[in-house]
């Protein structure tokens, strides 16, 4: 973390000075304040610049624009009292210090203005509610209300204000609080902890776009499970998500129980996120939904001991309703994760038996999303049992590498078959009907399982052999 002295080397550049001799002119107080003064403290990179005038946001930002001169654009929200200057890679939001609830999304127009200090007390955490002065007679000099220098250097999230004001202000900062705590690896104070608790109930006004946004940046953080760990113990997961909670504990009978898969999958999900150091978003909630069918297939018999039969496809046919639910994308990322949910299974079975051609069927299904499904598969091979885990991951190492040598070898990531259904058609004479995709399933299917997939002359005597065994004469000798 920097000091305070660090960082204001940093405020020496000139868009703040611009700003805070802007302010002077009009005579009014104003900050660099929010999330921007947390980043700087740690060395995190920020995106929108936040001023806090005690004055109007709106008449500053214009006058900062003009000042500015070419190439500074402002656009102001009259009502929300809110403006932006965009300046080359530079975007400012300026606002006027006010004494009810600051939120960049807020739909709800400005009450009244307020002091400075009103307006830190109504941000969410303390860690967020210190500002810097621009203003020349104080330039660089932090107000800090709340102890959110104690609280950063602590690592610790804490609400200004009694908690149970802070949340009903606006329930998503519950989700902000644990992101926070997960993108920052942060704890979160216990009574703040308690009131997010409390006062669960009120995050089914928000709107679930809203909360996806928290979603998706608790899942790119570097440990994923910590935030799905806090949204359950808190009480929330069972609110948005009840499927995720439903894996969670462990049943016995007769003694035998089966894995926690809440806990199984928090594992999953984090070695996930260390293997895919850029964030695939939709890998990660491959990771967490992955089992999510496990709860209602799972069986016991005495003599097979727990199973989830078919959970994987099970799973992959939950995830439209989950995605819709949670305002994720419906489109080819709803299907990416679908098929990785689909195929999770089928890597690790490989191991226990392992042919070429098995090998082959996956690497066409998986197509150009192989590399991923492996990491998750990978990611899987859980266990207490540390001889189990290195004996599964030697053998996966192996699948690994013949899959290797088998794609090198045929080129099967976008394989297709080397007849298509046009010449099928072309062969028989027939047009689209279902014959056509008969006999483009079995060239393929014979094709994976032989050892020359790409062979034309193979494809074509095994084109004429299905034919024939549907009745069909070639018209045309290709
Ligand atoms: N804020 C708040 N309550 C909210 C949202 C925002 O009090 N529900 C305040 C906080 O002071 C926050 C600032 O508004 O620092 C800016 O909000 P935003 O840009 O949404 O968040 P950041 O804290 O900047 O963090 P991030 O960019 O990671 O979302």
Known sequence: MLTLKEIQKQLESRIFHIVGETADDMGYECYVVGGYVRDLFLERHSKDKDFVTVGSGIELAKAVAKRIGKGAHCSYFQNFGTAQVKYRADELEFVGARKESYRRDSRNPIVENGTLDDDLSRRDFTINAMAISLNAANYGELVDRFGGLDDLAAGVIRTPLDPDITFSDDPLRMFRAIRFATQLNFEIAPNTFEAIRR??????????????????????????????????????????????????????????????????????????????????????????????????????????????????????????????????????????VQKLVELHMR????????????????????????????????????????????????????????????????????????????????????????????????????????????????????????????????????
């Open 199 to 336: 006062n669960a109930e009120r995050i089914k006004i928000l709107t679930r776009e809203r909360i996806a946004t928290e979603l998706s940046k608790i899942m790119c953080s570097p440990m994923p499970s910590i935030g799905w760990k806090l949204l359950r113990d808190a009480g929330l997961l069972k609110i948005f998500l009840p499927e995720l909670e439903a894996m969670a504990g462990v049943e016995v009978v007769n003694g035998r129980g089966h894995k926690d898969n809440f806990y199984h999958t928090m594992e999953v999900l984090d070695k996930v996120a260390a293997a895919d150091t850029n964030c695939n978003e939709w890998l990660r909630w491959g990771a967490l939904l992955h089992d999510i069918a496990k709860p209602q297939t799972k069986r016991y018999d005495e003599k097979a001991g727990w199973t989830f039969h078919n959970h994987n496809f099970v799973g992959a046919k939950m995830l439209p309703r989950i995605f819709r639910n949670l305002k994720l994308p419906l489109d080819e990322r709803l299907k990416y």
């Open 347 to 478: 890597p690790i079975a490989l191991v226990e038996e392992v042919t070429d051609s098995a090998i082959r069927r996956l690497i066409f299904e998986a197509g150009d999303d192989i590399d991923d499904l492996m990491i998750l598969c990978r990611a899987d091979i859980t266990s207490k049992n540390p001889e189990k885990v290195r004996r599964h991951l030697e053998n996966f190492e192996m699948v690994l590498e013949k899959m290797r040598i088998i794609n090198e070898k045929d080129n099967l990531r976008n394989w297709q078959p080397p007849i298509d259904g046009n010449e099928i058609m072309a062969i028989f004479g027939i047009g689209q009907c279902r014959a056509v995709g008969e006999i483009k399933n079995y060239e393929k299917d014979q094709l994976l399982e032989s050892e020359t997939p790409n062979d034309r002359e193979l494809a074509l005597k095994l084109v004429l052999e299905k034919g024939a065994s549907l009745g069909l004469t070639p018209t045309l000798r290709p």
